[in-house]
């Protein structure tokens, strides 16, 4: 695959469907998802959930039912959303079909801002407000420490995925290392490093919903500037378009999605990276179609990931012996993302022979 050109496919591509038919598709694939991960559960049966929901049912049913069930699957679709639009806008920018918010130093920045602060005292996940803070301000670190490395190459994808690959890896070592120095208060952020939706309450989505409805509003009018940096610099500029600035302001609209789902759920592994693909192949590479439709994709892979792992864990309880044992959604779309990622680089390394 050239990296000057697009990695999209042809705007009218979108298996010869209108773009509404795909639209009401892919919604109703999430409406369907969100059902799945409200109903899935050891604590409570799909009948007595039924019931919480239609005002029956005991106290507790209708607590677990509409002060945990609720939010956790709202705030799986506004991180999944935000991941979604994050990855699109990171590989629309930088011109990489292989950029994500987990390898361009995005994602590992806002778990070490997370981390820290938790290990200094000044957020928990108690005080959801504090992580987000904490969580943005280390993703505009590691995005702006990839932003100085990168120099002058920052207009070549090759480079820039280079030095992302190193800062994402440096600031893992970081989080390491202050999971190390103070074990005993941080061993519940273990969360973080690999994502999970567990405990999630209404104030997570309280913060979470006009942080994603007000980026991913500006990610949309960004779609005009993002088209033309696809195309490369040159063409770019030729149309007009200040690239360095245009590139900057999309690299924060990305750090800023991403620090909301990372101070919601944690690092959800590869859903940045191979939501933007799935958008491209379903809608096409018009981005004022794909954008939105990276954002429903998004919240359909994470919902339903949540999904599979509720219905997993108990399986994998009994199967160890342990009562407790719950499946993290990190896990899942971590193993998920593994196997498109090596589909999508067998299929690029097959264009470029």
Known sequence: MSPSRPSAPPAGRGNGLPTGVRFTAVAAAVVLLAVAALLAGRALAPPQVWAALTGGGDPMERHIVLNL????????????ACLGVAGLVLQSALRNPLAGPEVTGVTPGAVLGAVSATGLGLAGWQ?????????CLGGFAGAGLLWLLAGRDRSDPAEVAVYGVLVSAVLAGLTAMVLLVAPG???????????TTEGRVWTHWHLLWPWALAWGAVAWVMTGPLTLLRCGDEQAR?????????????????????????????????????????????FGADLRVTLPGAALLGAAVVCGADAVAQLTSPLLAAAFGSGRLTLPVGAVTTCAGAVLLLFVVRRAAGRIH
């Open 238 to 282: 030729a149309a007009g378009l200040a690239t360095g600035p245009a590139r900057a302001a999309a690299l924060v609209c990305a750090v800023a999605l991403t620090a909301a789902a990372v101070a919601s759920v944690g690092a959800l592994g590869f859903v940045g990276l191979m939501v933007p693909h799935l958008a491209v192949a379903v």
């Open 185 to 195: 208060e941080l061993g519940s952020v273990v969360q973080w490093l690999v994502g």
């Open 69 to 80: 069930r609720i939010p956790r699957v709202l705030v799986a679709l506004g991180a999944g």
């Open 127 to 135: 005080s959801p407000s504090s992580v987000v803070i904490a969580a």
